[in-house]
């Protein structure tokens, strides 16, 4: 899918490319890749780099244009894992800026609501627009990872009572986002300090709106790295928690057979073809019933003294 807009706000969409637009391109079929490639003079390898899932962050300089992939967080709603990265490839050249994505996003401004859409209105430069995107992606991190964290909070009230490995399933899913983000987000450090340091670099830089772009990406990577650590202590805690658990349950179904036991012993014994006491007895039944109940309550409250159940 191809969208060409006005203006980097996303809200005035054009038919044609014209002086200072931005071309959207979103998970490009063969023939789209083509006319982008042919009509814009983008390279065949850049549009497959942006649309490998796994390519990594980096920044390449060339003449007439200079290219960019960040790696941004997206939410799966089809998958076993709640959340992951994707390239975004952004083309830049001198009138025209072009980016790449595998599917729709938050950070891209035309898939947000009007208010964050506006904040892109006000740029005119490719570069600022950029930084902008960085910005946005950091955002976008920290908003996923307060949800992660809430996430596992409830997987952790389970894990208490649990004795299945269903519950460490889910956390681990949760470890390999963080792991995902920690990634991804270093190498999106990678290159804005690479942006803020390239002599290549000619139209003017926002220094305040850089800044907030690379504070936000280390707020993101520290989150991130925390919330892992968190997590692999928690994991191997809980995973003694359900061991725990198994333990107490196997111990609960032993005393349970063994109290079960003393009447099934009394019935064989008096079942058997021998001469036994009472055979004769009109009281022989219910007296073998309470003498039965009444050792296995023993049975019972010797167990409970030693807090065993």
């Known amino acids: 899918m191809i969208k060409i807009f006005k203006t980097f706000g996303g809200y005035v969409e054009i038919s044609q490319p014209q002086n200072n637009c931005w071309v959207n391109v979103v998970n490009p079929d063969q023939s789209e890749m083509e006319k982008i490639s042919k009509e814009f003079s983008i390279p065949t390898t850049l549009i497959n780099d942006v649309l490998d899932p796994d390519e990594r962050s980096r920044i390449e300089f060339d003449e007439h244009w200079s290219f960019i992939i960040l790696r941004i967080p997206i939410e799966n709603h089809n998958n076993s894992i709640p959340f992951s990265t994707i390239p975004l490839g952004v083309f830049m050249k001198e009138n025209q800026i072009i980016t ?11 898939a947000l609501p009007n208010a964050i859409s506006e904040q892109y209105m006000h740029i005119t430069d490719n570069l600022n627009f950029v930084l902008r995107l ?3 992606s950091g955002n976008i991190y920290l908003k996923y990872l307060k949800q992660i964290n809430q996430m596992t909070g409830m997987i952790e009230q389970d894990l208490e009572k649990s004795i299945k490995n269903r519950e460490l399933n ?5 470890e390999k986002c963080l792991v995902y983000f920690i990634t991804s987000i270093k190498a999106n450090e990678l290159v804005l300090a690479r942006l803020k340091t390239s002599k290549k670099i000619t139209s003017e830089m926002n220094e305040d709106l850089l800044e907030d772009a690379i504070i936000e990406n280390k707020q993101a990577l520290e989150l991130s790295r925390i919330y892992s650590d968190i997590q692999s202590g928690m994991m191997d805690a809980f995973a003694s928690v359900i061991s725990n658990n198994l333990n107490i349950v196997m111990k609960q179904l032993t005393l349970i057979s063994i109290i079960l036991m003393i009447p099934t012993l009394i019935a064989s014994i008096f079942g058997m073809n021998v001469p036994i006491p009472f055979e004769s007895s009109y009281w022989a039944l219910p007296i073998i019933i309470f003498l039965s109940l009444g050792l296995s309550f023993l049975c019972v409250i010797v167990f409970r003294k030693r807090r065993w159940i």
């Open 170 to 174: 889910k956390l681990l899913k949760m």
């Open 100 to 110: 790449i994505c595998l599917q729709e996003n938050e950070v891209l401004p035309v």
């Open 134 to 136: 960085f910005l946005r």
